[in-house]
C-alpha cells in the first residue's frame, strides 16, 4: 500500500523556523514528483511547491517563493519542506502529495499525506 | 494565475437524487501536448483530499461510476448522478496546465 507519513508541525513564534517530512512507503519515491498543499483551517486548498523526483527541479507558488524550500532525500525516502520567516498567515494544515510522473509536468496528486498542522503564533 | 471558479458554492442534496458543480478556468487548459490537465478532488470531513477524476473525464481506481466528469477549455463539470451519504464534502477541482498549479474554492455538499 502507498503511504506517505508527515510529521514536523507544531506552535512557531512569527519569524521563526520550522521543518516539515513527509515518508513514503510501498512505491519507489525516486520515481516521482512530490508537492506540498495547504490549506488554513476552514478554507480552501492552496499548491505551494513540487520538487522533481531527482531534486533537480524545484517551483514554488509566489505566496512562500523566498521563505520556504522544498527538498527530498531519495535514500531516505523523504521529502521536506523547511519553512522560514514564518508569518500568521502561514498557520494551516500541510498536506505532501505524489504527482504520477518524476518530472514537474503536472499531473494528479494521489495518494497524500495525513495532514500536518503549523500554527504560527506569539 | 489561473483563476478556478466553483460554483456552486454549496450545494443540499437529497439522498438518490442527482448534483451538478461547475468549474471555469480563467483560461483555458489545453496544453501543447493536447492533454487537460484538470482534476476533481472530494475532501471528506477530518481527511485529506482524494482523487476522484483525472484529465477531465477519467474516474480514478475505486471511484463510483456514479461520478462523471466532463468539459474542455475553459468549462468543465462534475456529476453525481445518485448522492449518497458517502459523498459529503467539499468537491475542489484543480488544474495543473500551468505554474503555478491552482485549486478552485470548493464546493460543499451535504444531505438534506
Known amino acids: 500500500e502507498m503511504r506517505l507519513l508527515q510529521s514536523g508541525g507544531g506552535l512557531v513564534q512569527p519569524g521563526g523556523s520550522l521543518r516539515l517530512s513527509c515518508t513514503a512507503s510501498g512505491f519507489t519515491f525516486r520515481n516521482f514528483a512530490m508537492s506540498w498543499v495547504r490549506q488554513a483551517p476552514g478554507k480552501g486548498l492552496e499548491w505551494l511547491s513540487v520538487i522533481s523526483g531527482n531534486g533537480g527541479s524545484t517551483h514554488y507558488a509566489d505566496s512562500v517563493k523566498g521563505r520556504f524550500t522544498i527538498s527530498r532525500d531519495n535514500s531516505k525516502n523523504t521529502l521536506y519542506l523547511q519553512m522560514d520567516s514564518l508569518r500568521a498567515e502561514d498557520t494551516a494544515f500541510y498536506y505532501c502529495a505524489r504527482s504520477p510522473d518524476p518530472d514537474n509536468s503536472g499531473g494528479w496528486f494521489d495518494p497524500w499525506g495525513q495532514g500536518t498542522l503549523v500554527t504560527v503564533s506569539s | 494565475d489561473i483563476v478556478m471558479t466553483q460554483t456552486p458554492l454549496s450545494l443540499s442534496v437529497t439522498p438518490g437524487q442527482a448534483a451538478s458543480i461547475s468549474c471555469k478556468p480563467s483560461q483555458s487548459l489545453l496544453y501543447s501536448d493536447g492533454k487537460t490537465y484538470f482534476y476533481w478532488y472530494l475532501q471528506k470531513p477530518g481527511q485529506p483530499p482524494q482523487l476522484l477524476i483525472y484529465e477531465v473525464s477519467n474516474r480514478f481506481s475505486g471511484v463510483p461510476d456514479r461520478f462523471r466528469g466532463s468539459g474542455s477549455g475553459t468549462d468543465f463539470t462534475l456529476e453525481i448522478s445518485r448522492v449518497e451519504a458517502e459523498d459529503v464534502g467539499v468537491y475542489y477541482c484543480?488544474?495543473?496546465?500551468?505554474?503555478?498549479?491552482?485549486f478552485g474554492q470548493g464546493t460543499r455538499v451535504d444531505l438534506k
Open positions: 484543480m488544474q495543473t496546465t500551468q505554474l503555478p498549479w491552482t
